[in-house]
């Protein structure tokens, strides 16, 4: 399902149903998603990983925050604070303290 072209729009709503429900067996390819600069699927992934731990998730936001790109770094930051500040009905695995700095674990200052 996720393997399909970069501009399919069916790859969007997969990735945001992965998201909201959490599942492992997609990491692979969120991860390479989330890594593809010309993929339209590219934030949702993100968002998917922060919101399903996997520790392979976490190494993959942990190398997105120091992406040259830094609108993918404000993404990344922004997926992993609301990780742990707003999760909502999402039903992944949450993100564990130990997983990222403290500054990531409170709202953004100043929201």
Known sequence: ???????????????NVIEQFGS????PQLIAIANDPGNIGRNS???????NRTD???AALNTL??????K?????????RAAYTSRDNVRGRPLKPDDFDAKYQAPEPGK
């Open 1 to 15: 399902m996720l393997g399909s072209g970069q501009q399919n729009p069916d790859v969007l709503t997969g990735i």
């Open 24 to 27: 492992d067996d997609f990491t």
């Open 45 to 51: 992934a993100i968002d998917a990983l922060a919101m």
């Open 56 to 58: 392979a998730g976490v």
């Open 65 to 70: 925050l120091n992406d040259p790109d830094l």
């Open 72 to 80: 993918v770094r404000d993404w990344a930051e922004r997926a992993i």
